[in-house]
Structures are given as C-alpha cells and as structure tokens.
C-alpha cells in the first residue's frame, strides 16, 4: 500500500498564480482532509470531505477550493496564490466513523513570492 | 468550539530519563483525545488516542498518555527518553460530530545525550 500520497513536494509559484495540490489514498478512507502547517501555529484545517461528493470548511477555507469526486482523490487547489498562503500542506485521510487514527501524507512546501 | 494547548514550545530531557509533555484540552462533551509524532521533513504519525477506559493509555514507541478529566489535561510520557525520540510532537482533539481534527501548536522534544 502507497497508503497518503501528495504531489508535487516542492512549488514556488508567483504572487496571482494558480495550482493544485492533489492528494491521493488507496485505502478506502471515506474521510480525508487538507491542513496547513506553519511555524508556532501548529495544523490547521482548512477543508475537509466525509466521502464523495461532500466537502465542508475547516478553521481557514479561505483562499482554496476543494472537490471530492472519487473516493481516492481530494485535490486542494488555490485559485489566486497570496504570500499568505505560503505554507507546508498536509493531506490526510482516516477510517471509521470517529476518526481514530489520521493517516498523512509527507506534505507539500509551498512557496508564494 | 473545541482546542488544545500545549504550553511548552521545547522540552529538553536527558537520554534515560523520564519524559513529559504537556496538553490541556476543551470539548463540549466527552473528548475524544490523541498524540502524533512529526520527525524533521516527514508528515505526521499517530502515538495512541484515548477515547474511553482506563486513564493511562499506551502507544507505539513506549509512550503513553495519561488522561485527567478533572485537569482536562492529556500528557504524553515515557519513562526512559531515547535520542531517537528527538521530534515535534503534536497533541490533537476531534469534536463530537466526528468531523474535525483540531491540533496543538507542537512541542519540539529534545533528547541530549
């Protein structure tokens, strides 16, 4: 099992640019979510999805976008990058109905200049 | 809305002695409490979780986490550090719907030699 999957690890995008994180999992977890990693403010998340078709905000939605249409897949895209948004990002996913155990990916760093 | 604190933004321990690290917690109603393990470059890995039961609960690597309801604390401990220990440790609680997985700010352990 792959298990967490993210690409790209590494992008430096301008200021007004777009792009799409993807997040992919290959053990049927019915929950995945997307947090943002930065210094001295631990993970917040900023959206999440209880299985295909559904999506709801996290603590800090603004500023991305986000679809669930298979149960494998939950990209995180940004649709006008801002220095704000520089960031690590972590995709997770987890099973079950309380959510015992999240499952991460290795993260994305982002860089907006 | 649910939190958790952890006051400490380093812990510093000799290798062999004990370890502690610090986290309170708010939830409306009984909470659903957990440990994850982050080391430099990698995404985060889960420790234990205490969701009902006994107090003192054990995880992977030789930590266990002791729950205080009266306190509303959940720290994290082992009893002889090791260097390999070294990390960011985060302290995470979900809210009572199950959906969202909110995280400390991180304590960075470090186990001297």
């Known amino acids: 099992n792959a298990g967490v999957t993210q690409t790209p690890k590494f992008q430096v995008l301008k200021t007004g640019q777009s792009m799409t994180l993807q997040c992919a999992q290959d053990?049927?977890?019915?929950?995945m979510s997307w947090y943002r990693q930065d210094p001295g403010m631990g993970l917040r998340l900023i959206h999440y999805?209880?299985?295909?078709?559904?999506?709801d905000q996290g603590e800090v939605p603004n500023g991305y976008n986000v679809s669930r249409s298979t149960t494998e897949d939950f990209p995180l895209r940004l649709l006008s990058a801002a220095p704000s948004q520089t960031s690590v990002y972590f995709c997770?996913?987890?099973?079950?109905?309380?959510?015992?155990?999240?499952?991460f990916g290795s993260g994305t760093q982002l860089s907006v200049l | 809305a649910q939190s958790v604190a952890q006051p400490e933004d380093q812990v510093n321990v000799a290798e062999g002695n004990p370890l502690t690290v610090k986290c309170t917690y708010s939830?409306?109603?009984?909470?659903?409490l957990f440990w994850y393990v982050q080391y430099p470059n990698r995404g985060l890995q889960f420790l234990l979780k205490?969701?009902?039961?006994?107090?003192l609960v054990k995880g992977s690597y030789g930590f266990e986490a002791e729950f205080n309801k009266s306190q509303t604390s959940f720290h994290l401990k082992k009893p002889s550090a090791l260097v390999s220990d070294s990390a960011l440790y985060f302290c995470?609680?979900?809210?009572?719907?199950?959906?969202?997985?909110?995280f400390g700010t991180g304590t960075k352990l470090q186990v001297i030699p």
């Open positions: 997770a996913s987890s099973f079950g109905q309380t959510r015992e155990k999240l499952f």
């Open positions: 995470a609680v979900i809210n009572g719907g199950y959906q969202k997985v909110t």
């Open positions: 053990m049927n977890h019915e929950y």
């Open positions: 939830v409306s109603g009984n909470p659903y």
């Open positions: 205490y969701i009902t039961g006994d107090n």
């Open positions: 999805s209880v299985g295909a078709g559904i999506t």
